[in-house]
């Protein structure tokens, strides 16, 4: 592409999350659960969902999961959309997809569910802090970040707190072998590598809530008044 262009949602809802497995298939959710889909023209409305979508991600166009208010955990395998039962009442904030039968969500509580290609099970968690961001390079390197500062890591084997106490981290984006980039309050920007942290603070002091790269140095960033 060339350049930004405005495409029209038809829906005045907030939108929270996006995902988009192709140039011509892509979901987007709304905080009140309003749910489009996009054909490569235009985006249609589909079926809302029971309550407020926070985030979507999947693998393809037939494994898309999405998470929300009150424990809500949906899946879409192509046809349609199902609504599980993971077990939990309190909101899910994201979903990272390794394949069909792993994923990993995180949420409010310190909150951490599995899946294993047929169940949502909870796993062992070292905070009670909000959740609020998940991705990961692999089943066995795996990044979570959440209020105050909480920074997690996944070996394949269990969850470890890596930091904790400061501005809230709100994304994470994970280097293969090298660590992850936290952004988050305040325009709070580090590279951590499970040692010590490298502060790399861009010219921004406003909350830093989403960003994607291609390599250690090639990042970029969005977040609050544009």
Known sequence: GTAWSSVPSNTASDLSSIYAPSTTDAWAAAWN????????????????????????????????WAVGNNGLVMHFDGGG????????????????????????????????????????????SPTTNDLYTVAGTSPTDIWAGGFDYTLLHYDGTGWTEIDNGGPDIWAVFPVAGLGVWVTGEYGNTDFA??????????????????????????????????
């Open 33 to 64: 659960g309003a749910m489009r889909r996009w054909d490569g023209t235009s985006w249609t409305a589909q079926a809302d969902a029971p309550t407020g979508v926070y985030f979507v991600r999947g693998t393809g166009s037939a494994d898309v």
């Open 193 to 226: 590598d499970g040692g010590a942290n490298v502060d790399v603070q861009p010219p921004v002091r406003h909350g830093l809530s989403g960003h994607w790269g291609s390599s250690p140095n090639d990042l970029w960033i969005v977040g609050d008044d544009g």
């Open 81 to 124: 959309w199902d609504t599980l039962d993971a077990g939990i009442t309190r909101d899910l904030n994201a979903v990272w997809v390794a394949s069909s039968s792993a994923a990993w969500i995180v949420g409010n509580g310190g909150n951490i569910l599995r899946w294993d290609g047929t169940n949502w099970a909870p796993e062992t």
